[in-house]
């Protein structure tokens, strides 16, 4: 992993970005950000690891690295959604005064944002080649 350098250099911009998303996060704390900041601090952190770990994944086999790195950002937007879905989740980020989309926006319009990101992933893959992985993301987006 190592000896190849653009896996070396992603890794450490990710972990630059994380950093930055988790700095902006804490100095919100305390205060309801725009939805905006919501997800690009999503993008930053929970996006932007799944990003990386499948663009560097698709370099080392030789795959489409851009539409792994596309699936990775989405996918890891939906998923932090879905967790911010979670009470036990939501109640903990609360106490921590860390406000997300159903702060925000409220269950409805939260609700909408999730279905819009399953809606782009889902069309992201439908252009993946017709195999078992591509049944196997659309069951994991759809079963989450």
């Known amino acids: 992993l190592l000896k190849n350098f653009k896996s070396f250099d992603l890794l ?3 972990t630059l970005n994380m950093c930055k998303a988790e700095l902006e996060q804490f100095f919100l704390r305390g205060k309801i950000p725009t939805v905006d900041s919501y997800i690009a601090i999503c993008k930053g952190k929970t996006a932007g690891l ?3 770990l499948l663009e560097i994944s698709a370099l080392l086999s030789k795959l489409n690295s851009q539409n792994a790195k596309d699936f990775g950002e989405k996918f890891g937007i939906y998923f932090q959604i879905k ?3 979670n009470k036990e989740s939501a109640s903990t980020d609360l106490k921590n ?3 997300t ?3 925000i926006l409220g269950i409805e319009k939260t609700g ?3 279905d819009n990101q399953k809606k782009e992933i889902l069309n992201l893959i439908k252009d993946f080649p017709d195999n078992i992985y591509k049944k196997e993301l659309e069951d994991l987006v759809n079963l989450l």
């Open 83 to 85: 967790n911010d879905l």
């Open 97 to 99: 005064g860390i406000y």
């Open 101 to 103: 989309a159903i702060d």
């Open 50 to 52: 799944f990003s990386a």
């Open 12 to 14: 450490k911009e990710t």
């Open 112 to 114: 909408i944002l999730l």
